[in-house]
Nanobody, 119 residues
Framework: QVQLVESGGGLVQPGGSLRLSCVASGLTFSLFNMRWYRQAPGKERELVASISRRGGVANYADSVEGRFTISRDNDVNTVYLQMNSLESEDTAVYYC????????????WGKGTLVTVSS
């Protein structure tokens, strides 16, 4: 069975930093593109960042460009999201997503971790 387990969320003040982790199991991690999504109250889920299989290509939403960094370590089946200069607008549940590069339509979701940015 495939599992994606996020961790690292919590309460942080504006301007602070958090590092999210997502550990995958039950899949060949290196064959999956990895993404972070988030969903704020009353809003639709949005793509925050994505990273290619080997970490060579990363993309970011305009709202987080320059503040967030996505990375992965295929040796430990983990994708990270380093979040700096956090703003109240970053408050959301953050979800890890894995998308197969080999099998059409195969993707998986974690259950999410809550990030709250507030003073």
């Amino acid at each position: 069975q495939v599992q994606l387990v996020e961790s690292g969320g919590g309460l942080v003040q504006p301007g602070g930093s958090l590092r999210l982790s997502c550990v995958a199991s039950g899949l060949t991690f290196s064959l999956f593109n990895m993404r972070w999504y988030r969903q704020a109250p009353g809003k639709e889920r949005e793509l925050v960042a994505s990273i290619s299989r080997r970490g060579g290509v990363a993309n970011y939403a305009d709202s987080v460009e320059g503040r967030f960094t996505i990375s992965r370590d295929n040796d430990v089946n983990t994708v990270y999201l380093q979040m700096n200069s956090l703003e109240s607008e970053d408050t959301a549940v953050y979800y890890c997503n894995a998308h197969s590069t080999r099998t059409f339509g195969v993707y998986y979701w974690g259950k999410g971790t809550l990030v709250t940015v507030s003073s």
